[in-house]
C-alpha cells in the first residue's frame, strides 16, 4: 500500500501542475474576452457618437438649405453668330 502511493505522489504532483497550468490560461483567456469586448462596447460607443453628430450636422445643413435663399439666374449672354 504504501508502495502504491509512493507511485500516485509523482503522478498526482503532474496532475497538479496540469491543473495549475490548466487554471492560468483559462485565466488569460478570460481576461483577453474581457479585454477585447470592453475595445468592441468602447468601439462601438464611439461610433454612435459619431453618427449622432453626422445626422446632427445633416439636420442642420438641411434646415439652412430650406432657408437659404434660391441662388439668382445668371444673366444670359446673347449669341454671336459668326458669318463666314
Do not use: C, G, W, Y
Not at 22 to 30: I, L, Q
Not at 47 to 74: C, G, Q, S
Amino acid at each position: 500500500m504504501a508502495d502504491e502511493k509512493n507511485t500516485n505522489t509523482p503522478r498526482n504532483a503532474a496532475r497538479s501542475r496540469a491543473e495549475n497550468h490548466f487554471a492560468a490560461s483559462e485565466r488569460r483567456d478570460h481576461d483577453v474576452r474581457k479585454e477585447i469586448e470592453n475595445q468592441r462596447a468602447a468601439a462601438a460607443a464611439q461610433t454612435a457618437k459619431l453618427r449622432a453628430l453626422r445626422l446632427a450636422k445633416e439636420e442642420a445643413d438641411r434646415a439652412a438649405a430650406a432657408n437659404a435663399p434660391a441662388p439668382a439666374p445668371k444673366p444670359r449672354k446673347p449669341r454671336t453668330i459668326k458669318i463666314s
